[in-house]
Each structure stands twice: as structure tokens, then as C-alpha cells.
């Protein structure tokens, strides 16, 4: 077994145990988009069972985003072969969000169509959590753009509660390097299906993406380095918020 599996499963279990991602009878929808992570995310959840005391179940869903049929064909072949149980949901989001009626970011309308038709799914499955293949390079990025086109400090999360609990996000390769995933994935020799977005090299995550790529290259521990300071804040020595345009502040007595 090559190291880098070793890895990769090691830091999948530290993540739902650190994390309390996964407890005994889960049902979970694993989101599969026929990328690296989903796939990877997908298989390893499966293998694990052999080797984990507690039981759950597992169905990956496609939420199809219309830009062509063939990713979505070549899913459900995937998971028939394979034997996991799974839905297919075939959507116009993708054409819909870069159409002229779209008046905004079409990353973002998309994803948000594409998160409520899974969380909608999930009900109907009787789903609990909702796994999605994020790693620590998105997380990482994540951080990032919210910090240049957001103005805030803010990240995802490795767990996360929507409609009062009802549905759990969870995030279980959260502390696995994106190159890692890509070696696994071709160790095992899993299919990846390229995204048809035209957007997918132009968007602010692709930016990012390029500027932490160079940092990481000239020091493999940045990577490390900024996931923890993530969740290592000292308050005492960042700067108060700025007041708000056009808001004053608080009047002075006399």
C-alpha cells in the first residue's frame, strides 16, 4: 500500500473523529460531482465500514448541473457497477446561472440551486448529513476569498447544522491536501469526469487557488501552518472593526 493511502485514510479518520462527523447509524447523501474529492469521498466512506465498529448507510447523489449528459451517464454507470445505492438529479442550473437573466455571480447562484436540491433530497431520503468533498486546500481558499472579496474572516466548516439540526453538513477530507486526493484517486484507479463550467478557470477560487499554489510550492508547512492559524485567533492583536459608512458612532456625553 502506497504511503500516500496510508495518509489520506489516517487523516480521514482523524478528521470524523476530531470532528464527530459520522456516528453509528447514519444515513448520509454523499454529494458526488464526478470530480477528485467526491469520488475519492465516496469510496473511502464505503471501505471504511469494513474496518469501523459502528454502521451507516451511504447514497451518492449527482446533482447534475445541465452543461452536458454525459458526466451524469457516466455516474450512474460508475455506480451501478460499483453497487452503491444513488440518485440522479438532472437540473438546468449551470445554463440558467451563466444566462443573461442571472444578474449575479454565476458561481454563486448555482451552488446555491445545487446545495437546496440536495438538502431537498436528503429529506426525501431520510437523510441525515450531507457529506461533501471539500479538502484542506478548499478550506484553505475558502478563508482566503472571504478575506479579499469578502472583507471578513471566515471559513467552512467540517461540521455544520442547518434548519435547527434537521441536516448536518459534514466535510470529512477537511484535513487532506488536494494533491494527496488526486495520487489516491489514481492509485485506485478511479474515474474522474472534468467539470463543463465555463467558469471553472475564471472565478475568484481559481485566483486564489494560483497565489496559494506558488506559497505551498516555495513551503510545503504554509499549507499546515494556515489551516491551523484558522482556528488559532488572537483577538488581542487584530485591530478593532472600522465604523460603518455613513453611521456614527456613539454620541459623547457632556
Request: charged share 25%.
Amino acid at each position: 500500500m502506497a504511503f500516500v493511502d496510508q495518509e489520506v485514510r489516517r487523516l480521514l479518520g482523524k478528521g470524523i473523529h476530531h470532528y464527530g462527523l459520522i456516528e453509528n447509524r447514519d444515513r448520509i447523501v454523499v454529494a458526488v460531482s464526478g470530480g477528485k474529492d467526491s469520488m475519492l469521498l465516496l469510496w473511502l466512506l464505503r471501505e471504511r465500514l469494513l474496518r469501523v465498529p459502528i454502521s451507516y448507510e451511504l447514497v451518492a447523489v449527482h446533482v447534475d448541473p445541465g452543461f452536458d449528459t454525459e458526466t451524469a451517464v457516466r455516474l450512474e454507470t460508475f455506480f451501478k457497477e460499483e453497487g452503491f445505492s444513488y440518485e440522479i438529479i438532472r437540473t438546468d442550473y449551470g445554463p440558467r446561472a451563466h444566462g443573461p437573466e442571472n444578474r449575479e455571480n454565476p458561481c454563486f447562484l448555482c451552488a446555491r440551486l445545487r446545495r437546496a436540491a440536495l438538502f431537498k433530497k436528503a429529506r426525501e431520503l431520510g437523510c441525515s448529513k450531507i457529506a461533501l468533498g471539500h479538502n484542506q486546500d478548499d478550506m484553505i481558499e475558502t478563508f482566503f476569498i472571504n478575506i479579499c472579496y469578502g472583507a471578513q474572516v471566515a471559513g467552512m466548516l467540517p461540521r455544520q447544522e442547518f434548519f435547527g439540526g434537521e441536516i448536518t453538513v459534514i466535510r470529512p477530507l477537511a484535513l487532506v491536501a488536494a494533491r494527496n486526493i488526486l495520487k489516491m484517486g489514481a492509485n485506485l484507479g478511479l474515474p474522474i469526469l472534468p467539470t463543463k463550467c465555463p467558469s471553472a478557470s475564471k472565478n475568484q477560487r481559481a485566483e486564489i487557488r494560483s497565489m496559494m499554489e506558488g506559497l505551498f510550492r516555495k513551503n510545503p508547512k504554509v499549507r499546515g501552518n494556515i489551516y491551523h492559524a484558522m482556528s488559532n485567533v488572537n483577538l488581542e492583536y487584530l485591530p478593532p472593526p472600522l465604523p460603518v459608512r455613513g453611521k456614527r458612532g456613539p454620541k459623547k456625553s457632556r
